[in-house]
């Protein structure tokens, strides 16, 4: 019986499947990470949309500085504050994306080397 691959033939093809199976792992990922984002830009948008010409009436019968802000400015404040924890959430995951890509690539290095 012949045998169809070497040991060398046997683990490039491996190794060559691997990388093809983490590339489209990270296309996937890539692609959910873009839909997303567009999802909630356009969230940002329509509350916007949704949100103008709001009152501050509650808001401003407190006295904890709203007294600043124009009766209008309610929905823009809103808007502001949720892009900015959505811009802190989005931030997040582009670091620990960017440091697990940074970890791979160290341990691919580490791997070639010994």
Known sequence: MAVKYGSDEALEKIFKKSKEIRDTRER????VLA??????????IATVVLLKGQTLSEATSSHLG????????GGYVLVGVA???????????ALAYRKRNKEKKERK?????Q
């Open 28 to 31: 996937r990922r890539i692609t």
């Open 35 to 44: 839909t997303i984002t567009s999802v909630l830009a356009c969230l940002l």
């Open 66 to 73: 709203a007294f600043l802000l124009p009766s209008e400015a």
């Open 83 to 93: 892009a900015f924890i959505l811009g802190i959430v989005i931030t997040v995951c």
């Open 109 to 113: 290095e580490r791997g070639t080397e």
